[in-house]
């Protein structure tokens, strides 16, 4: 295994498109490091310049100690698992296995050890004889991890792999592939749009917005100390409520300003973020994750806490309830509220309409967790 790093690496392809701007990424030795963001933002070009299948427009890509910029894909000791397995459907689950072994001349019997190690870890050993077209499709992406696994290389780098499974393998695969990386220790770079995949899977998750890099951190990080408003909007299910509002001066504190109402802001929360006050009397975004707002009548309210809306639509998930409610105009959505709901009406689970006393909890989020 090795560490991975670009080094303001650039993508600009003959078209003009900059795919990717200045990139700046350590990925340690057994590090697993997610990249995420919307359609179109680079991850895959970044991730197959790594591999050696895009050329580097400028910058450095460094593998282990070498800069690899010139380097053919096939001399990186890379492995890459495609989103669509690029199996060989003529050969044997053992074939497809073993194919990149054969071509780097392994011995026979080497190859066979391997093989069956490694089907022996992803649980292929009863498939190894049938063709690919008679395997589920969670089995062929095994093959596909497979493949790359037999090869013992310096790096995996897997795009979208999942993306072609159903929910409900996608969740079985996405436990497999942590255990795998975890047993194997192999520094792995994973591309998905999929925030729930990035947040689960990744040791670090980087977050890319039109080729530029916005934050890259642990997953818990992310979501409580998002580095701008983007990050904040796209990190979570449901996303984060972003509100406008106005901090004012309230005393010796300040409030916040949303609408036609206000909320307090702590005074604890402005002793640990002093530089809140330079943003009194502007306009400012506020950001609230749905399950940091409550009911008001169900917990003990602090004063200035309160919010006050009237229910659009409730949301039955199973697990929880989402209820869409809007403040000044702009929709918000908060989670976790069976009572809530129940006491909107909601017996019927649809659409349901009530004022609703919503409490927003105005505290900073531990910094590590
Ligand atoms: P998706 O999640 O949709 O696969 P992505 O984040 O992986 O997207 P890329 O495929 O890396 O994004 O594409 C980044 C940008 O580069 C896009 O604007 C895309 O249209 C453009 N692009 C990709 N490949 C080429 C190419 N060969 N020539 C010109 N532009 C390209």
Redesign the pocket.
Known sequence: MASIRLAEVS?I???R?A??SDLDLDIGEGEFLVLV????????????MIAGL?EVSSGNLIIGDRVVNRVPARDRDVAMVFQSYALYPHLSVRDNIGFGLQLRKVAKSEIRQRVEEAASTLGLTEHLDRRPRNLSGGQRQRVAMGRAIVRNPHAFLM??PLSNLDAKLRVQMRAEISRIQRDLGVTTVY?T?DQVEAMTLGDRVAV?KK?VLQQAAPPQELYDRPANLFVAGFIGSPSMNLLQARLEADGAGARLALGGQALAVPGTLLAERPRLRDYIGRAIAVGIRPEDMEDADLVDTPDGAVLSSTTDLVEALGSELLLHFRLDASPVVTDDTRELARDAGADQLGTASRESEIIARCSPRSRTK
């Open positions: 993508k392809y003959p078209d498109t795919a990717v963001g919307p359609s179109g933002c680079g991850k895959t070009t970044a991730l197959r895009e795009d979208e591309v749009h890319l080729g």
